[in-house]
């Protein structure tokens, strides 16, 4: 009977402890670190009791590509050879490797031209969405993240001198109508701001944005969850 009770004693410690540190890490303040470039691309980090841990990219894509073959050496040479059907028509169309590649890389050209833009808008459209139809419960729960060392450059670049100052004109009134009706729902705290006129082109490409989001472990789980759905019935995702 003792020793029942002394494996018991054990038990409730354990789960105790469990419970402790899951109250703690629940109460514990998470940063989420969001950025894009259009130099590298997306990437998120979280910090979490001191620690960051990365979300994207993940490393393992790198390493991958470095070793494509089996122990990261170079491929055999018999299997560099192509079959001896492709090598006795090499004219044919769906055997031209050479118009296969210059679509593929024209096609990949295009979409990275316009992804950034489309990208940038659809969360812009999608984040002021999910804001306005917070109210009670979840206003309280987004007025508690703090959203801060926000940092936006965007060169903005048009036919002629003319176009490029129209332009900014328009994406400076549509981001700050946007922005205005953000800030009622987050604390927005912007470390840099910047709409530059590109007339000559050369800062095409140099676009970023980045920003962190500091909120209680359990705050960030519940907004989450909340944008998670809100994000599903709006068919965003």
């Known amino acids: 009977m003792a020793v029942l009770w002394l494996i018991l004693k054990v038990l409730l410690w354990i789960l105790l402890g469990l419970l402790a540190l899951l109250t703690a890490t629940l109460l514990a303040p998470v940063t989420a670190e969001l950025g894009w470039s259009g130099e590298k691309g997306t990437w998120a980090n979280v910090r979490v009791f001191g620690v960051r841990i990365r979300l994207f990219p993940r490393k393992e894509k790198a390493e991958k590509k470095k070793s494509k073959t089996p122990g990261g050496g170079k491929a055999p040479k018999g299997s560099a050879k192509a079959p001896p059907e492709q090598e ?114 050369e800062n095409a490409g140099k676009a970023f944005f980045s920003c962190k989001i500091t909120a209680h472990a359990i705050i960030m789980l519940i907004a989450c969850i909340w944008a998670l759905v809100r994000l599903k019935k709006q068919h965003v995702i």
């Open 88 to 201: 006795k028509a090499p004219g044919a169309a769906g055997n031209d490797p050479q118009s296969g590649r210059k679509k593929t890389a024209a096609g990949q050209k295009a979409a990275k031209s316009a992804a950034p833009e489309k990208r940038f808008e659809l969360t812009l459209d999608a984040v002021r969405g999910i804001a306005g139809t917070a109210g009670g419960f979840m206003g309280k729960v987004l007025a508690a993240l703090r959203v801060h060392h926000i940092r936006v450059y965007l060169p903005v670049h048009g036919q002629d001198a003319a176009a490029t100052a129209l332009a900014v004109g328009r994406l400076h009134a549509v981001l700050g109508a946007a922005l205005g009706a953000l800030q009622n729902f987050f604390r927005l705290e912007f470390a840099q701001y910047e709409l530059e006129p590109d007339y000559t082109g």
